[in-house]
């Protein structure tokens, strides 16, 4: 640099530049450069060559600048311009929205001040103001939508303490990874006999006798996802009783968290008692039969009302033989029974008799419950007698009209034989019908019911066209 030019930088002045060289320069400091006059007459325009949204500006030239504003950016500009031509110090930058008149293109530019001439010619340097319009408009967005998030989580927290609190059962909200209670609702505070905020932030081992810190959380945790029944007894410390803990894990946000809830021993004893009581009640003077056997069939215990229907004195006179000794047909009925409760976990009114160890068979319905006690299975059967007035009318006669009609019209068209042969189909197809009914379509069961074998079954099912009937 020349001693001149070096002077120039050392005395605060601006070296001279070339005109050619200043409108590139312009347009490299800034997006936009307008030259304008004192009364805003647009005289030049200059435009950075890398922004192609002001292209449009330079058709603007000998306009007045104001044609080129929004209605409000009019009154700003105006403001400014006075200040600056009042020559007050340090004019602040100013925020102008360009248009083009139809309001389909309008963008913010931020314009400085600056004289450039002798002439009262005014430099206007802008600096698109797009990008910082397009991340405030973002950050706005983000912020409207953090806003709504909250309110969203708001009303959640505030259902969640409403039904926290409208519960009667004792729930306390476990960390798996800290073993620390983060949650408590009012049952529980009662319960354990803390104030919330000695039980908020503190270990649940802390409210157990003989608990240690991570050995309940770990044990709470595997009861929760095993395949048994999901509570542990635990002890209140102080002596304050027993609490079953019910406990349910799941994931939220990340973190492992148990749902406890506290049933006392006595309170939860009671319930259990009074269904037991209840249960015992309908059990031992409900005025139907019914009967506990093992998945084999092998009574396990049978009411008061089973054993009038069989002539039975005790009890221990049925227990330990198979019910099936007590059914008309036996194993076929017992399977039959069994095999659709097996199934379906219930079966209801199935048609039988029942043979008792003096009396004539008896007609009865049965319903069958598959019952699941620990790791056996065993079946209920409640029964029914069949011979009621309201069951006779109820159950429709496995007689067919249409077959009977069929048969009384033989006679005086037909022989003696004749008519004699074709009751004897009638019969035989009422009674495979009946027995298809009965074993719910089991032709293994059918036939030994009917005492057939298989392959004749078939044969007599092809004879009456019920091989494809449902």
């Given at each position: 640099m020349t001693s001149r030019g070096t002077k120039y930088w050392n005395s605060g002045a601006i070296p001279l530049i070339a005109p050619e060289i200043l409108g590139d320069i312009i347009a490299e400091v800034a997006d936009v450069g307008v030259v304008i006059s004192e009364t805003g007459s647009i005289l030049s325009v200059i435009v950075?060559?890398?922004?192609?949204?002001?292209?449009?500006?330079?058709?603007?030239?000998?306009?007045?600048?104001?044609?080129?504003?929004?209605?409000?950016?009019?009154?700003?500009?105006?403001?400014?311009?006075?200040?600056?031509?009042?020559?007050?110090?340090?004019?602040?930058?100013?925020?102008?929205?360009?248009?083009?008149?139809?309001?389909?293109?309008?963008?913010?530019?931020?314009?400085?001040?600056?004289?450039?001439?002798?002439?009262?010619?005014?430099?206007?340097?802008?600096?698109?103001?797009?990008?910082?319009?397009?991340?405030?408009?973002?950050?706005?967005?983000a912020?409207?939508?953090?806003?709504?998030?909250?309110?969203t989580q708001r009303e959640h927290d505030t259902?969640?303490?409403?039904?926290?609190?409208?519960?009667?059962?004792?729930?306390l909200f476990v960390s798996v990874q800290s073993g620390e209670i983060t949650e408590a609702n009012s049952a529980a505070v009662a319960l354990l006999d803390r104030p919330l905020e000695n039980l908020i932030g503190n270990q649940l081992s802390g409210c157990f006798e003989g608990r240690k810190r991570g050995d309940m959380v770990d044990a709470l945790a595997s009861q929760a996802i095993s395949d048994q029944n999901k509570k542990m007894t635990a002890d209140l410390r102080g002596n304050a009783g027993k609490v079953e803990v019910?406990?349910?894990?799941?994931?939220?946000?990340?973190?492992?968290?148990?749902?406890?809830?506290?049933?006392?021993?006595?309170?939860?004893?009671?319930r259990s008692d009074a269904l037991s009581h209840n249960l015992q009640a309908l059990y031992s003077n409900g005025p139907d039969p019914m009967v506990f056997t093992t998945a084999a069939g092998d009574v396990l215990s049978a009411n008061d009302a089973f054993l009038d229907m069989i002539a039975v004195a005790h009890d221990i006179n049925v227990r330990d033989r198979s019910i099936a000794d007590y059914l008309q047909r036996g194993s076929v009925d017992f399977k039959v029974m069994t095999e659709n409760a097996e199934r379906a976990g219930r079966m209801r009114n199935y048609a039988t008799k029942l043979t008792g160890e003096y009396g004539s068979p008896r007609a009865v319905d049965i319903s069958a419950t598959k019952i699941v006690a620990g790791q056996q299975t065993i079946f209920a059967f409640v029964l029914r007698d069949a011979n009621r007035?309201?069951?006779?009318?109820?159950?429709?006669?496995?007689a067919s009209d249409e077959s009977i009609r069929s048969v009384v019209e033989l006679v005086g068209s037909a022989t003696l034989k004749d008519i004699v042969a074709e009751t004897t189909n009638v019969v035989e197809k009422m009674c495979i019908e009946t027995a298809v009914e009965l074993t719910m379509n089991n032709r293994v069961a059918a036939a030994e019911m009917l005492g057939l074998s298989r392959q004749s079954l078939y044969v007599k099912l092809r004879k009456f066209d019920l091989l494809n009937r449902e």
């Open positions: 950075n060559p890398d922004n192609d949204a002001f292209r449009q500006l330079e058709l603007w030239e000998n306009k007045d600048i104001r044609a080129t504003l929004t209605i409000e950016s009019v009154s700003k500009f105006e403001s400014r311009l006075a200040e600056f031509l009042a020559d007050k110090p340090r004019v602040r930058p100013v925020e102008l929205n360009h248009t083009d008149g139809t309001n389909r293109w309008e963008t913010p530019v931020r314009y400085s001040f600056h004289r450039i001439g002798p002439d009262g010619a005014i430099l206007l340097l802008g600096r698109d103001l797009r990008p910082i319009a397009e991340m405030q408009q973002q950050l706005v967005e912020q409207l939508s953090l806003e709504r998030d909250y309110e259902r969640f303490r409403v039904l926290m609190e409208s519960t009667t059962e004792a729930v019910f406990p349910t894990l799941f994931r939220a946000a990340g973190e492992r968290i148990l749902l406890c809830r506290l049933v006392p021993e006595s309170q939860n004893g009671a007035p309201e069951i006779t009318q109820a159950r429709p006669h496995p």
